[in-house]
């Protein structure tokens, strides 16, 4: 049963770097694309800025 949680833990981890990291390479695309280079830069060095755009992006916000 322990091991099964680890296991859990363990996907659930890779799946949320996999979900973060697409999200912050859709932000970086978006950005090259529209030419927003401030917000470009800024998603690069606050990561999390990046995220969110990027899942906004996906979600029609932006």
């Known amino acids: 049963m322990k ?4 296991l859990i833990g363990i996907l659930a981890w890779i799946g949320s770097t996999l979900f973060c990291a697409a999200a912050w390479i859709t932000h970086v695309i ?4 529209t030419g927003s280079w401030i ?6 060095v606050v ?6 755009h990027g899942v906004g992006v996906w979600l ?3």
């Open 60 to 62: 029609g916000v932006f």
């Open 39 to 44: 917000l470009l830069l800024f998603g690069c």
């Open 47 to 52: 990561v999390p800025v990046g995220v969110v």
């Open 30 to 33: 978006v950005c090259i694309k």
């Open 3 to 6: 091991g099964l949680l680890i």
